[in-house]
């Protein structure tokens, strides 16, 4: 199954979108500085949980944070209990 994840910011806020057989997945965040930001809802759909989905959304959020210089504050559950997970990310979570 491939999927598409894409990137929408605007001032205050931002937004990754997964697009896999035509159903979005989401993960929203909020800008708190120029140097933090806060992830604070991932939204999986039904139909694409268990799929992988929201780590791939996770992952692009960190991926992007570590190009960045960004450290992310993780107010979302799901992001919360991935970065407790996955320690290699810690860099980027505060």
């Given amino acids: 199954m491939s999927a ?3 990137r929408d910011v605007t001032e205050t806020k931002g937004r990754y979108v997964l697009t896999r057989d035509g159903v979005e997945a989401e993960l929203t965040y ?3 500085s120029p140097h933090t930001i806060i992830a604070d809802h991932t939204g999986v759909p039904t139909s694409l949980r ?3 989905a929201g780590l791939a959304l996770v992952e692009r959020l960190v991926a992007d944070a570590r190009a960045e210089g960004v450290k992310i504050v993780p107010l979302c559950p799901y992001v919360k209990s991935q970065a407790a997970r996955h320690p290699e990310w810690a860099d980027v979570f505060s």
């Fill in 50 to 52: 268990g799929s992988g």
């Fill in 4 to 6: 598409e994840i894409t």
């Fill in 30 to 32: 909020s800008i708190l």
